[in-house]
């Protein structure tokens, strides 16, 4: 029976290669693969991950080779992220504290949620949030993503966040302990030193943010305490860290890595991996 890989995409933009990657890893083992999306529009690549001429402000270089760029237009272009699930379809929304009967609404909402959020569980091996900047706006502080999120995690099943889809890690909590599920974890993500200082962009929006909203790095450190750890490995070309059930990936260059260390996860039980 193959693995089947539930990949959520934001609808503000992913970054090509931080899809391409993973599912090249997935494919290549015959996984199955399904994609979701907050709303269920479709997703597509942000232009600067498939221009192999964009050089990445931080890096002073571009992180996008030809070949890839060739890959992310061919993925963007072909029909397989056509007709993504939809989160707000599948998932109830919680009630606001100011519904008018705020009991009986949170009591449909939790029945609602467990049942939907515990089918999706059960469909699926393995989760993955794809990065880029359009995480930013529809995924990082998303409810219906984090029930999903805490679902998989208390079903001891892993999940792959790449670059600022890794913020969904950090907020994903439950509302009575409010403790991060990163807390006594090692991760990485987009460290200080690759922030952009300006033109932070998203689709659909003419919007240029400028430096990102968060510096995703200090959010790691405070969400991962005392006895976790964030790693940056800033001058290292290769940042990948799998610390059970979480696998985290830096940025662009992780991200086929992050998704062969996600197959080693499910395939060989590999439970610790980069630190």
Not at 92 to 110: G, K, Q
Not at 235 to 240: D, L
């Amino acid at each position: 029976m193959p693995k089947r890989i539930l990949v959520v995409l934001s609808e503000y933009g992913y970054w090509g290669e931080e899809l391409v990657g993973p599912v090249e890893a997935f494919d290549a083992r015959g996984y199955r693969v399904t994609f979701a999306t907050p709303t269920g529009e479709r997703a597509h690549a942000l232009p600067p991950s498939y221009d192999p001429d964009y050089v990445d402000p931080p890096l002073g270089r571009s992180v996008t080779t030809r070949d890839m760029a060739r890959k992310v237009r061919e993925m963007d272009d072909s029909t397989r992220l056509d007709n993504p699930l939809s989160l707000q379809q599948l998932i109830p929304e919680r009630p606001y504290y100011s519904a008018l009967n705020h009991l009986r609404e949170l009591e449909e909402y939790h029945r609602g949620a467990d049942t939907a959020v515990g089918d999706l569980v059960a469909g699926f091996d393995a989760l993955v949030l794809v990065g880029g900047s359009g995480p930013i706006v529809d995924l990082a502080n998303n409810e219906r993503l984090h029930e999903v999120v805490l679902a998989f995690t208390a079903a001891d099943k892993p999940i792959l966040a790449e670059c600022y889809g890794v913020a969904v890690l950090a907020f994903a909590r439950d509302l009575e302990s409010r403790q991060s599920l990163l807390w006594g974890k090692h991760v990485t993500g987009h460290p200080k030193e690759y922030d952009y200082k300006d033109g932070t962009g998203f689709l659909g929006v003419d919007f240029n943010m400028g430096p990102p909203p968060y510096p995703l790095e200090y959010i790691l450190r405070d969400a991962t305490g005392p006895d976790g750890a964030f790693h940056g490995n800033v001058g290292k070309e290769i940042s990948v860290i799998a610390d059970y059930p979480f696998v985290t990936a830096r940025s662009t260059p992780d991200s086929g890595p992050s998704g062969e260390i996600l197959v080693q996860v499910l395939e060989n039980g590999l439970r610790r991996h980069g630190w």
